[in-house]
């Protein structure tokens, strides 16, 4: 039983059933995804990417409306794949320990930063970034 388990005597209950067993199951099989060297270098790189982006970003980048754009989408594309691995990563670890770790909460951070930048819901952050 993992520390996940042992907190909710209910837990072992719902494992029994059907879909609890396939929960179960899809947590392990995306945590073995999740938990290997090429996931880690697969982000790795696109950290590495989507920071050579910013290398474009200046005070006359508004000059420059297609370069401008294709920034937008670009980040736009870098902010999706940087929820779907954090999603990835809630489900494999769960809550408790996603949120143990330094190294996930500043991803966390940063991720909902980036949305909140992508989507331009906070004007100003647009600036900043």
């Known amino acids: 039983a993992t520390a996940a388990t042992t907190r909710c005597k209910c837990w072992d209950n719902c494992l029994k059933t059907d879909l609890g067993q396939r929960w179960y199951r899809f947590r392990q099989s995306t945590l073995q995804y999740v938990d290997t060297p090429a996931f880690e270098w697969f982000v790795l790189v696109l950290i590495f990417a989507s920071s050579i982006t910013l290398c474009f970003e200046d005070i006359h980048l508004d000059k420059n409306k297609r370069l401008k754009q294709i920034l937008y989408w670009t980040n ?27 190294w996930t909460i500043l991803d966390f951070i940063i991720v909902f930063v980036r949305i909140l930048v992508v989507s331009k819901f906070l004007c100003f952050f647009n600036s900043l970034f």
Do not use: P
């Not at 736009?76 to 330094?102: P, R």
């Open 76 to 102: 736009f594309v870098f902010c999706l794949i940087f929820v779907i691995e954090m999603l990835l990563k809630w489900v494999a670890l769960g809550f408790t320990k996603y949120f143990s770790s330094f």
